[in-house]
T-cell receptor, first 119, second 114 residues
Framework: NAGVTQTPKFRILKIGQSMTLQCTQD?????MYWYRQDPGMGLKLIYY???????DKGEVPNGYNVSRSTTEDFPLRLELAAPSQTSVYFC??????????????????FGPGTRLTVL | GDSVTQMEGPVTLSEEAFLTINCTYT??????LFWYVQYPGEGLQLLLK?????DKGSNKGFEATYRKETTSFHLEKGSVQVSDSAVYFC?????????????FGKGTKLSVIP
């Protein structure tokens, strides 16, 4: 299993350009997430998805869009890049909850990240 | 809302020193608690977890105990190695029928020198 893969690893954009960050997981996980990590800060959730066709906003969704047409893929779209979007972006996935009455905890599996610079 | 507070870094230790990274949380319910580790140039990976009060999570020589009375989940290791140099994140999440969103602390960078 490759786990969670992200492309590209690095990208430099000009203000106003658009791009899509790709994320794919091969673990058949239901849940997928996009985070951004700014220097010296923890991760902030941008969007998440609980299954194909279902997405929802996280803490910092402005300036981003997502879609989830398949279980495996969860691309993140930046329509009009701004310097404030300079960050490292991580995609993650996690399996559905355990059975009723059993342990139920969240281990998220992270991709290696995409370093994006907007100039 | 829920939040996680970690001790400020960076932390620099000599090899074989004792490590403690403090983590406290504020939560409305009874979350599960996690420590994630991020090695240079990589994504985060789960280090250990605890799902209820008084549980102790452990992995790779690291330990943390879920203390409900002090709302803490401090990370400890008795003897650190150079290979432990990384950024450590404390996090919480609620389990249930809904989503599994993690709330992260800001991270603590650890550097271990030979």
């Amino acid at each position: 299993n490759a786990g969670v893969t992200q492309t590209p690893k690095f990208r430099i954009l000009k203000i106003g350009q658009s791009m899509t960050l790709q994320c794919t997981q091969d673990m058949n996980h239901n849940y997928m997430y996009w985070y951004r990590q700014d220097p010296g800060m923890g991760l902030k959730l941008i969007y998440y998805s609980v299954g194909a066709g279902i997405t929802d906003k996280g803490e910092v969704p402005n300036g981003y869009n997502v879609s989830r047409s398949t279980t495996e893929d969860f691309p993140l779209r930046l329509e009009l890049a701004a310097p404030s979007q300079t960050s490292v972006y991580f995609c993650a996935s996690s399996p559905r909850a355990g059975l009723a009455g059993g342990p139920s905890y969240n281990e998220q599996f992270f991709g290696p990240g995409t370093r994006l610079t907007v100039l | 809302g829920d939040s996680v507070t970690q001790m400020e870094g960076p932390v620099t230790l000599s090899e074989e020193a004792f490590l403690t990274i403090n983590c406290t949380y504020t939560a409305t319910g009874y979350p599960s608690l996690f420590w994630y580790v991020q090695y240079p140039g990589e994504g985060l990976q789960l280090l250990l977890k605890a799902t209820k009060a008084d549980d102790k999570g452990s992995n790779k020589g690291f330990e943390a105990t879920y203390r409900k009375e002090t709302t803490s989940f401090h990370l400890e290791k008795g003897s650190v190695q150079v290979s432990d140099s990384a950024v450590y994140f404390c996090a919480l999440a609620y389990s249930g029928a809904g989503s599994y969103q993690l709330t992260f602390g800001k991270g603590t960078k650890l550097s271990v020198i030979p």
